[in-house]
T-cell receptor, first 114, second 116 residues
Framework: NAGVMQNPRHLVRRRGQEARLRCSPM?????VYWYRQLPEEGLKFMVY????????ESGMPKERFSAEFPKEGPSILRIQQVVRGDSAAYFC????????????FGEGSRLTVL | AQTVTQSQPEMSVQEAETVTLSCTYD???????LFWYKQPPSRQMILVIR??????QNATENRFSVNFQKAAKSFSLKISDSQLGDAAMYFC?????????????FGKGTKLSVKP
């Protein structure tokens, strides 16, 4: 049973470009969460999605960031017009449950903005 | 809103010794879940141990155990017989109960070093 798959593992973008990060949850999981981790810091919640629905986006910056989890295919975190401050590790996690159990994490995507 | 506090930014332990990492949290819920995750240099988040708040018995997983004090809202992690491979960042996390919408809320982490 494959774990949470994230790609790309590493992404380099120049300021002003777009970054797209993809996440395929574990089989049977319908809940996806995105977290951001800045260097030497903990994980900060960004957004929680179910298929075709954004449930909680309270941690998402108001501009340039968006997320989706379509009926078919992976969840995508999109960052438009990236700036150097967007450089971070972005983790995706999935869960079979709405609440309660642990989240299963992918290996993260490291975004570097030049 | 729920918060998780880890007051020890860094800890160090001698190989084969025991170390305890502290975590406190704040919530008005009576039912919830608590976790310790490990993040080694590879950055993969690995679940170490979980505790369900309605269970009074402290969770254990091999060399890892917790001291769960619900009234004090404290959830410490004890690592016995520390090994070099235990060196990592450790994050305490809280999650609301089943049936409620809830993501994991993390503390800022404790960096554990293991000395040979």
């Amino acid at each position: 049973n494959a774990g949470v798959m994230q790609n790309p593992r590493h992404l380099v973008r120049r300021r002003g470009q777009e970054a797209r990060l993809r996440c395929s949850p574990m089989k049977g999981h319908s809940h996806v969460y995105w977290y951001r981790q800045l260097p030497e810091e903990g994980l900060k919640f960004m957004v929680y999605l179910q298929k075709e629905n954004i449930i909680d986006e309270s941690g998402m910056p108001k501009e340039r960031f968006s997320a989706e989890f379509p009926k078919e295919g992976p969840s995508i975190l999109r960052i438009q017009q990236v700036v150097r401050g967007d450089s971070a590790a972005y983790f995706c996690a999935s869960s079979p449950l709405q609440g309660g159990g642990e989240l299963f994490f992918g290996e993260g995507s490291r975004l570097t903005v030049l | 809103a729920q918060t998780v506090t880890q007051s020890q930014p860094e800890m160090s332990v001698q190989e084969a010794e025991t170390v305890t990492l502290s975590c406190t949290y704040d919530t008005s819920e009576s039912d919830y879940y608590l976790f310790w995750y490990k993040q080694p240099p590879s950055r993969q988040m690995i679940l170490v141990i979980r505790q369900e708040a309605y269970k009074q018995q402290n969770a254990t997983e091999n060399r890892f155990s917790v001291n769960f004090q619900k009234a004090a809202k404290s959830f410490s992690l004890k690592i016995s017989d520390s090994q070099l491979g235990d060196a990592a960042m450790y994050f305490c996390a809280y999650r609301r109960p089943r049936g409620s919408q809830g993501n994991l809320i993390f503390g800022k982490g404790t960096k554990l070093s293991v000395k040979p």
